[in-house]
């Protein structure tokens, strides 16, 4: 029988990557990544948990080496955040052309400088090009729900996953948390067959391609990138059989018939479902666009859900300097949308509440605010 | 006398350049090691000469890795094949100079102090070739490269790279060279017998890079070993023992054997010549008598 424990995200998945039988773990401490590392260092010195802990040097060679474990036909775990990730940007590509199912969790954390160590999503946004799928939780139950779902679907279509929850306000929040007892195993044991490393049939993996060998290779890989939502489907149903809980790539909450949709991932989404309540209380009718799958990017299911809204307004917990919020500019591109209105927020783990939201959206309704800003007041 | 095995595992058609001593160097570490070994492949010539997509020269698995990782991603599949119950397999990475003395050296080092059971080897050039012949710090004294032209030849020693291993307290370190296939091959049997962390460094000429005769690179690698430029020991837990003692020979002979030295007069021949010996000096105190 599962049973509620109160843990953070962190801790949630630690548990979760002890149940998925990870063969290697990889990985160099950052906070607030660090405790997911500690907690499966003392499973594993407990003899709780039965995996090779390899405790590189950087995140760089966190990075190669799950590759490695992975190409000799492991399960593999690891876990970073901002800086780090950072450090890991030419090996994330590596490992997703590669098609190796890593599965990472990331704590987003601003980037420096000034140093912070704060929530911000820019770290893993700035990676949204390098082939990974990626998850985002907004609280300590997706985050370990979350990272047994990626682990079948990274191994599925042969991409790598990424689960990303916001620092501080999901690793270290504490929360009741369901943790399973065996009722994940049967869901979690299976793996499916890839090719990896055999000296009975010696190939080598990644040789110099040709332009006409390069292209539909890479042409093949976006394909199964974009293969990971159906797999999602599939297998957060099967998810959803065991759990009770069911995963779609966006979460909905409020009116259908909304007039104003609030779109928004990570935690500050937690904070949207109040805000909508203040809004549809208030006579506005409004919906929360929750984006949990960010790639592949949700865009049919975005679709639908946006066409008929007249207003669009986006918090970003992220920066492209120069540019404006990440996800804005996504939904705004990949729609085709002209009523979307981004605001830049939180950046650093700046707070940001429920009546900052509202009165963000407001200002849109009434016309104060006809393009992308920035939610900035001292508090 | 050993006589070296007729098995021929690297495959003939690989796409080296003639004389060059990395791939005469993996076909002698190959027949040593067996069929039962994987190896990491980092940018390098050794990605060109392992064929291209479709193609694995080798002949044993390989992973094409990004240039710094090499021994970090050797430690993740050793990792894993223990977990699988395939602790059986040599798990060896392959890289030029450039991924081992430069870009991959914090890579290296991390496996180094956690010991991890791997053979990294440095084929070593001297320089960057793949990328058209860019000094490395692994590029001696006085050589001139596309980066190092003369007169702002290289003016600083080599980095000791065994002795920056030998720091990490590893078990087994060697240096070896295609102008001594049996030496060479007995390094990697050994390699391949012990637990832990192994480094060979490997002196290879490269006809393109060192302006050399294609048909000379044997000989090359002799000379550099027969003037004490490249020390052939072992160093077994810490403990140093000479393999080859060199006749200290003229360094002149190896010089002008390669156009990379070609600007350098007798006199820069003479530092040299005291570089070498003070080196030997300091290494002949570390062996055993
Ligand atoms: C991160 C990164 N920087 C630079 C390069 C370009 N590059 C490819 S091979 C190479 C030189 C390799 O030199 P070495 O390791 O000595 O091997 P060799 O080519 O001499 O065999 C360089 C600089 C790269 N592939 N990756
Ligand atoms: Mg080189």
Redesign the pocket.
Known sequence: MSKKIVIGGNDAVAYAAKQSFVDVISAYPITPQTSIIEKIADFIAKGEMNTRFIKVESEHSAMAAAMGASIAGGRVFTATSSQGLLLMH?VLHWASGARLPIVMANANRAVAPPWSIWAEQTDSLAQRDTGWIQFYASNSQEAYDLLFIAFRVAERVKIPAMVCMDGFLVTHTKEPVEIFEDEIDDFIKIKEKREVLDIDDPKAFGALAFPKDYMPIKLEQNKAVFSAAEAFDELSEQFYDISGRKYKELEIYGENSAEVAVVALGSIAETAHLAVDVLNNSGIKSKLVKINMFRPFPKKYLDAELKNVKHIVVFDRNISHGKGGIVKDEVTGSLGLGNVVGYVCGLGGYDVTEDDMVNAVRDVLDGKVKEDSYLWSEK | MKKINRDEILQANHLACPGCG?TLSMRLALKALGRKTVIVI??????IINGPHGKNYAGVPVFHT???TTAAVASGIKASFDMQGKSDITVMGW??????FD?GLQALSGAAERNDDIIYVC?D?E?????GI?R?S?TPYGAATTTTPPPIQKDRPKKDLMEIVNAHEVPYIASATIAYPKDLMKKFEKAKNTRGFKLIHLFSP?PP?HKSVESKSVEIAKLAVETGIFPLYEIENGVHKLTRKPKFTDVREYLYLQGRFKHLDDKEAEIITENIKQRWEKLTKKFEC
């Open positions: 030419e | 990395a980092p940018a390098c010539c050794w990605t990004a240039f710094e890289a030029g100079d450039g991924g081992t870009i084929y050039n320089a960057y070739m793949n990328t860019q490395s692994a490269c890079g």
